[in-house]
């Protein structure tokens, strides 16, 4: 469970670019996470993984609070930043390697792992290769596998699905499924509407810092009387007319 | 033209802005400033006692003109080397050429595009040692108007010739190195082939002067009006030909000689651009880092073991300075550049059979002290502990979700800077046994620089957790405009220097061990000031707000 009270973030003084957020994202649900372009969703995700210090509010994963007792909270989770540009003069197995070593991943199930997710898919022919010669997708693929291997209860995806080829794209989102199905919490952030309306729970729409909406998609409709597709209520909400 | 002003304007830019930067770097200015007031004021004084002086010994000879010979041959050499380092980095290191490639540039717009930042390093440096020497000269000899005016457009065309030379040389040597077809692997040779013929020229050089032959040389040589002058410059044109038309200002001879070296100037700028045209993107290009390696099972199962965090981390630390090029050669290499040119020149100074005689003169404690000094000071030039934090750019953020303590992360990078700092200890080792240095004062040395070795990494380290830059696009910027690196070796070099300096005079304390247990006792409350400021920083919760 992730809960997210009173959250407040400014820059340099300037506006809040969060404003007394609240969020409560129960176990089992997958819950997508909207907004346009600066709305606040990275600052968040940054908040919510302790990238970010957090101004006023707390933010507690599985009933940890970041600031308080950040390293068992962050043991608790597994982060897919929206740029999987990192470790690049690793090989793809030495990355793997390194968060088993940061994660204590005991060898055998580290090895079961890597082996099992990186055919599924499909860069483990690539494992001895160095990221940099990676492409996006790839390592998009790497670094969900480097979460996987850990296990985490709490997986927390900065728009996860972006590079991926339709196969990939398709098995995350059935092990997103399955993690949730399995009493764990799944939060992505998106601008793929479609995607967040076929596979989550609920959504929760951000903009210029504050909560707009949270439930599920029936919700939705009844609150704003419509029966049309989320990209048009999503376009409507965060019109700035 | 348009298009390559547009470039130079962009590349500066890019290099230098402060976007995205946080605070300011003034007070790193007025400290330097404040350091370097002095240390001017004395340079320059120094320079035009030592040039007048000069003059007045060389004038009634009529040789006074061979000082501008020396003069213009020096900066040209430096200058070609500083190119050999400046050209490969920016060049052939810096990845941003891939995103101008796309635009419809002539690669001879790119070059001189790219060739703007270097220039700027060579104008600062020409600065430094062409200007001072050139007006004391000019006063020492009461030079006409027609001198300061040549040598002012001389000064302006000084780095053409060098950096064309040196550009030249390693625009082949790339489209050769190009075929292995791997970009980390070139950059590399060539950088490493680049040091190897700075050190194969110094040899080269010192083969060639032979102390015998050279007083019969300048002997006849002095007979002859401007005769030193030739002797000096008679491989190089362009050092003669600049200083003919200082030395011959006030006649039309003069003239000629500087519109001779214009024209040569003119000729090697654009051999530079043509050849550029030819050959440039030739070995830019092609360059990839791909290479396909399969995983075997015996692989997978040897690579899979389990390592306590730190030493993980340090592994980590140590595969990426290792791999990325510009780490190596601003870590690793340049680290090793200095001594073992020591050592080369030592093996051709001395002969084979190496023996320092004034270390006959000097008592253990003072050999201790003299090689504890020389060592520090090495280390402390070292860059790696002050781009600790640096080097990460804007992947940082990944040591804040991981489930790692700031202090994990700090000790694995102090060590790994202490790793890289073994590599010229080692060096230092090689070098004391090679001067016959007793072996216990090597054995009590070796304990001294490595837990020095420690501090200078930990300072570092603590440094760059002040200051770091994360904000580059390339890794060559991260090294470029820095001063915090300079600043930590003054601060440190100065502390120990001066403490070094008062265990020397001291007569209280004659016997090697008790020096080298106060040397020890001074370096671990040293670290441990440097472990309590950092500590500090970790409680003020610095890591997120970098």
Request: hydrophobic share 50%; with cysteine; aromatic share 14%.
């Amino acid at each position: 469970m992730i809960e997210i009270n009173n959250v407040s973030k400014s820059f340099h003084g300037k506006n809040n670019a969060i404003d007394q957020l609240n969020l409560v994202i129960p176990d089992g649900k997958i819950v997508g996470f909207l907004g346009p372009n600066g709305a606040g969703k990275s600052t968040t995700i940054k908040m919510m993984t302790g990238i970010l210090p957090i101004d006023k509010g707390t933010i507690k994963l599985n009933g940890l609070d970041i600031e308080k007792q950040p390293l068992e909270a962050k043991k608790t989770f597994g982060l897919v930043p929206d740029q999987p540009d990192m470790f690049l003069r690793l090989k793809g197995i030495e990355y793997l390697n390194f968060i088993g070593d940061i994660f204590n991943v005991p060898a055998e199930i580290r090895k079961e792992r890597i082996e099992y997710f990186t055919k599924k898919f499909s860069v483990y022919d690539a494992l001895e290769d160095y990221i940099l010669t990676y492409s996006h997708g790839m390592r998009q693929k790497i670094v969900v596998t480097g979460v996987l291997i850990h296990d985490p209860d709490v997986w927390i995806l900065d728009e996860p699905l972006t590079g991926l080829d339709p196969k990939s794209a398709y098995i995350l989102k059935e092990m997103m499924r399955a993690h949730a199905d399995k009493g764990n919490t799944v939060f992505f952030s998106s601008h793929g509407l479609e995607v967040v309306e076929q596979l989550c729970d609920a959504v929760a729409i951000i903009n210029k810092g504050k909560l707009i909406f949270y439930g599920n998609m029936d919700e939705l409709k009844a609150q704003y009387q419509t029966d049309q597709s989320l990209e048009n209520v999503f376009l409507e909400l965060t019109s700035d007319e | 033209m348009n298009n390559t002003w547009l470039l130079i304007k962009t590349m500066l830019k890019m290099q230098y802005s402060n976007a995205g930067k946080k605070g300011s770097n003034l007070w790193l200015y007025v400290v330097a400033f404040i350091f370097l007031l002095p240390v001017s004021i004395i340079y320059i004084s120094f320079i035009n006692g030592f040039i007048h002086s000069l003059y007045s010994g060389l004038q009634p000879f009529g040789q006074e003109s061979a000082l501008l010979g020396i003069l213009f041959l020096g900066i040209h050499l430096l200058l070609f080397i500083m190119s050999l380092v400046t050209v490969l980095s920016a060049f052939y290191f810096a990845d941003d050429i891939q995103s101008y490639i796309p635009f419809p540039f002539h690669p001879y717009q790119l070059l001189i595009g790219k060739a703007a930042s270097p220039f700027l390093y060579l104008y600062v440096t020409s600065a430094i040692i062409f200007l001072p020497v050139f007006f004391s000269y000019g006063s020492a000899g009461g030079e006409s108007l027609f001198y300061y005016l040549y040598g002012i457009i001389l000064f302006m065309l000084l780095p053409i010739i060098p950096f064309a030379i040196a550009a030249i040389i390693l625009m082949f040597m790339m489209r050769f190195v190009n075929v292995a077809k791997n970009k980390d692997r070139s950059k590399v040779i060539a950088g490493i082939s680049s040091f190897l013929l700075i050190i194969l020229f110094n040899i080269f050089i010192r083969l060639k002067t032979n102390s015998n032959e050279m007083v019969e040389e300048l002997t006849v040589i002095f007979q002859k009006q401007d005769g030193l002058l030739e002797m000096v410059t008679v491989f190089y044109p362009p050092a003669y030909l600049s200083a003919s038309a200082l030395g011959d200002s006030q006649s039309w001879l003069g003239l000629i000689y500087f519109i001779a070296m214009l024209a040569l100037t003119a000729g090697a700028l654009l051999l530079f651009a043509w050849l550029g045209q030819l050959l440039y993107l030739k070995g830019v290009l092609g360059l990839n880092n791909s290479g396909k390696h399969k995983l075997s099972k015996q692989k997978m199962q040897r690579k899979m073991k389990r390592r306590p965090v730190r030493l993980s981390y340090i592994t980590k630390e140590l595969k990426i300075i290792f791999r990325t090029p510009t780490f190596l050669m601003q870590c690793v290499m340049q680290g090793l550049f200095g001594p073992i040119l020591v050592v080369v020149i030592l093996l051709f100074d001395f002969g084979t059979g190496l023996s320092l005689e004034f270390l006959d003169t000097l008592s253990d404690k003072q050999i201790l002290l003299l090689l504890f000094i020389a060592s520090f000071i090495i280390i402390s030039t070292n860059v790696t502990a002050v781009s600790s934090v640096s080097r990460e750019g804007k992947t940082w953020y990944t040591n804040l979700f991981f489930p790692l303590e700031p202090n994990q992360v700090l000790f694995s990078k102090i060590a790994a800077s202490w790793i890289i700092n073994l590599f010229v200890i080692t060096l230092f080792f090689i070098l004391s046994l090679l001067v016959t240095v007793p072996v216990v004062v090597v054995l009590i040395w070796l304990v001294t620089i490595l837990t020095a070795s420690w501090l200078t990494s930990s300072f570092g380290t603590y440094l760059d957790l002040l200051k770091p830059k994360l904000n580059w696009t390339d890794e060559q910027e991260l090294f470029k405009g820095r001063f915090i690196g300079f600043i930590g070796f003054l601060i440190q070099a100065g502390i120990l220097g001066i403490f070094t300096w008062f265990l020397w005079r001291s007569d209280a304390v004659e016997n090697l061990y008790a020096t080298s247990l106060i040397l020890l006792g001074l370096l671990l409350v040293c670290i441990f000031i440097v472990y309590k400021l950092i500590d500090k920083k970790i409680n003020s919760n610095v890591f997120q707000d970098i």
